[in-house]
């Protein structure tokens, strides 16, 4: 069983950015694969990150490549996502998510566990 919990979303101007935090419990922290998602209003959940269990694989959604960086710090059970050039269309909530060491996945179905979720606002 492992117990997520995101924090650092807010609101920012455009061109702003923010840096997303996920706590995780547990000791086996460092056997999951994390990824980071997002929704949007009126949308459905999509994939925005993912970096595997040891940090030495990551990748990134089209619409984020180049200006989000996931990372994660396993003696301190987090996993990190950057965002920089923030524009409205990254207005969603947030969520991070973990997986089996080796999914490195973009689908939600191969997620098992979830946090509840950080807003974030991106103002004009």
């Known amino acids: 069983q492992v117990q997520l919990v995101e924090s650092g979303g807010g609101l920012v101007q455009a061109g702003g950015s923010l840096r997303l935090s996920c706590g995780a419990s547990?000791?086996?922290?460092?056997?999951?694969?994390m990824g980071w998602f997002r929704q949007a209003p009126g949308k459905g959940q999509d994939f925005v990150a993912l970096?595997?269990?040891?940090?030495?694989?990551?990748d990134y959604a089209d619409s984020v490549k180049g200006r989000f960086i996931i990372s994660r710090d396993n003696a301190e059970n987090t996993v990190y996502l950057q965002m920089n050039s923030l524009n409205a269309e990254d207005t969603a909530v947030y969520y991070c998510a973990a997986a089996p060491a080796g999914s490195s996945s973009t689908r939600m179905s191969q997620y098992y566990y979830w946090g509840q979720g950080t807003q974030v606002t991106v103002g004009s």
């Open positions: 970096i595997s269990w040891s940090g030495g694989r990551s």
């Open positions: 547990g000791r086996t922290f460092g056997s999951y694969d």
